[in-house]
């Protein structure tokens, strides 16, 4: 697969991209899809998927898929930015560890025993806002898709999916002819 669409993030917050893109609008349908329901019912599946992602808290199928909803929202500055995160940390408080690795002393968060899934989720997003990687997940506004922007510029807006991929189409085309026209007319 070419372009960025499925570039993994680092670490942990690639487990989070993943769980953000279970509500999907798939190519060849375009109504989306909540994949999220099926996930959590069936645990052996939720444990293929996210196998650090544990499941021992109040992780109610509605619990979960707002959050997973509230994120999409606020990716890019976007809605609820940072306010929503932040009610969602006081309701469930990761833990601060300060880990020592040789000469290199960080602090880290974890989730709190019996915040299951939710508090793993935020736990992971603290950390990534704090190393500034989580403002590089962006929300491609075509396809909707959640997308790692690696590049140095930290400029991307669509997710670069390519008609040739598997299911895949061509976003940003529309907009990318636009301009272009905008600019030969001009
Ligand atoms: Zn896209």
Known sequence: MKGTYNVPAPGKLETVRKLMNTWVVPTATRVPEDRLPALLRDQEAWRREFPDVPLDGDDSAELLAKLRDDLRC??????????????????????????????????????????????????????????????????????????YDRTRSRTKVWCDMLAGDAGGRSCGTIAKVRRYRERQTS
């Open 74 to 147: 606020m990716l890019g500055g976007g809605s609820g930015w940072p306010e929503s995160l932040q009610q969602w940390l006081e309701r469930f408080p990761p833990m601060v560890d300060v880990v020592v690795s040789g000469e290199v002393t960080k602090v880290r968060h974890a989730w709190a025993p019996g915040s299951g899934a939710v508090g793993w989720i935020l736990a992971v997003i603290v950390d990534a806002v704090a190393d500034e990687t989580w403002f590089r997940l962006k929300r491609c506004p075509d396809c909707q898709w959640i997308f």
